[in-house]
């Protein structure tokens, strides 16, 4: 069975720090390319951070680019976003998304407020 699970969502106070996991199983992990996306209320669903196999092609949306950082640990078939200096307008359901298949986590919450 194909699964994507987020981890690692709360809340945080701006310029705070939160670090984001996606476990991945079913699949052969490091055959993909992984996202991460993020949907606001009221707001479509966003990309915010690709990532290769082999995570020698990486790529961010112009919002989060300098602070937020996308990596992967093939070994344990995980997919981590590192989000710094946190902003309000960073608040959204963050989503792991395996690219090819269409196959989307559950989403976990962030909320940056003070």
């Known amino acids: 069975q194909v699964q994507l699970v987020e981890s690692g969502g709360g809340w945080v106070q701006p310029g705070g720090s939160l670090r984001l996991s996606c476990k991945a199983s079913g699949f052969i992990f490091n055959d993909y390319y992984m996202s991460w996306y993020r949907q606001a209320p009221g707001k479509e669903r966003e990309l915010v951070a690709l990532?290769?196999?082999?995570?020698?092609?990486?790529n961010y949306v112009d919002s989060v680019n300098g602070r937020f950082t996308i990596s992967r640990d093939n070994a344990k078939n995980t997919v981590y976003l590192q989000m710094n200096s946190l902003k309000p307008e960073d608040t959204a359901v963050y989503y792991c998304?395996?690219?090819?298949?269409?196959?989307w986590g559950q989403g976990t919450q962030v909320t940056v407020s003070s």
């Open positions: 990532i290769g196999p082999t995570s020698s092609i990486i």
């Open positions: 998304y395996r690219n090819s298949g269409a196959i």
